[in-house]
Nanobody
Framework: QVQVVESGGGLVQPGGSLRLFCAAS????????ARWYRQAPGEQREWVGH??????MYAVSVKGRFTISRDNAKNTVYLQMNSLKPEDTAVYYC?????????WGQGTQVTVSS
């Protein structure tokens, strides 16, 4: 009974920034654990980073450029992406872990191109 919706994707030039939103709704009260993944065409799904009660962790490929945060008042998790590179182009997915189950969004497309 939890729905997850990602938004905020789009086309951005290399070096630009983009903020993705992961909004959870339904029978959920606060977001503890959320994970961001991405999948480029022809590639396997790649873990980008996550946020838990212990803090955040990131893949080496994005560390220092991406930041995950949360706003539990809005049941929303954010992925701030800075200094974007063409290799960041992918569909980005949000996974919310709540009460023993993973809830996935539909993904949002991020394209980094000049």
């Amino acid at each position: 009974q939890v729905q997850v919706v990602e938004s905020g994707g789009g086309l951005v030039q290399p070096g630009g920034s983009l903020r993705l939103f992961c909004a959870a709704s339904g029978n959920i009260f606060g977001i503890n654990t959320a994970r961001w993944y991405r999948q480029a065409p022809g590639e396997q799904r790649e873990w980008v980073g996550h946020i838990t009660s212990s803090g955040t962790m990131y893949a080496v490929s994005v560390k220092g450029r991406f930041t995950i945060s949360r706003d539990n008042a809005k049941n929303t998790v954010y992925l701030q992406m800075n200094s974007l590179k063409p290799e960041d182009t992918a569909v980005y997915y949000c996974n919310v872990f709540f009460r023993g189950y993973d809830y996935w969004g539909q993904g949002t497309q991020v394209t980094v191109s000049s």
